[in-house]
């Protein structure tokens, strides 16, 4: 990248989808960000544009909202802005949990794959992606999710992930033993790492996991 995009490629970024990087622009405006290098073309029909990782930095150097790395402290629970999806990772206050947030979160799980395939060796889906790893936080959460597991609301039932000090790591936290285990088997089955610990001051048990690399 010679240059920082044009006004209008920034908004094609910016609209880009936040979970896969699916990008909706004019020919010239695609065209363009892939001589950038902020997107790629598709190689398979329908040849759509996609965010690189490039891309996605810039993106998210423009929105609001991001989650931090690993390294940084725990965040606050994601909240929602309009018309962006955001996983839930425990703590937010009157969550909708309908059919419509059903079949959103499944959309997006489902763009994950996709995400995984397209950018995996071999079209492998059963280890993270680049993007969860720079998304922990909202990948560990939207693996859940999508598994219908309950993220916790305003009281303490439900699971909650949080973001630690430890390179490449979550922390999932759920008071229930028979739920945390079932949140370990979740994530391992989405290609974490996953590994069962207890607080030193408070003997609560909980979750360390990591994107699986091989």
């Known amino acids: 990248m010679t240059r920082p995009p044009t006004a209008a490629q920034r ?3 910016d609209a880009a989808d936040p979970v896969t990087g699916r990008l909706r622009g004019t020919e010239s405006q695609l065209a363009a960000l892939v001589r950038h290098g902020l997107a790629f073309r598709h190689p398979r029909p329908p040849h759509d544009h996609f965010l690189t990782p490039a891309g996605h930095r810039t993106r998210e150097g423009t929105t609001a909202g991001t989650v931090p ?3 940084a402290p725990a965040p606050e629970p994601a909240r929602e802005s309009s018309g962006v999806f955001t996983a839930r990772v425990g703590g937010e206050e009157a969550a909708d949990t309908g059919p419509a947030r059903v079949r959103e979160v499944h959309s997006a799980w489902q763009g994950l794959l996709e995400l995984r395939r397209m950018t995996g060796t071999g079209g492998a889906v059963d280890r993270p992606c680049a993007w969860e790893r720079t998304h922990l936080v909202q ?3 939207l693996a859940l999710e999508a598994a219908g597991l309950r993220p916790a609301g305003a009281g303490p039932e439900g699971y909650r992930v949080r973001a630690t000090p430890q390179p490449e790591a979550v922390a ?3 008071p229930d033993a028979t739920a945390l285990r079932e ?3 979740t994530l391992e089955k989405a290609g974490w790492q996953v590994s069962e610990h ?3 001051r ?3 048990r909980y979750l360390l996991a990591s994107p699986r690399r091989s």
């Open 172 to 174: 999932v936290r759920e």
């Open 202 to 204: 408070t003997g609560a």
């Open 11 to 13: 908004r094609v970024i």
């Open 139 to 141: 990948a560990a959460a």
């Open 198 to 200: 207890t607080e030193p």
């Open 69 to 71: 790395g690993a390294s």
């Open 183 to 185: 949140c370990a088997a």
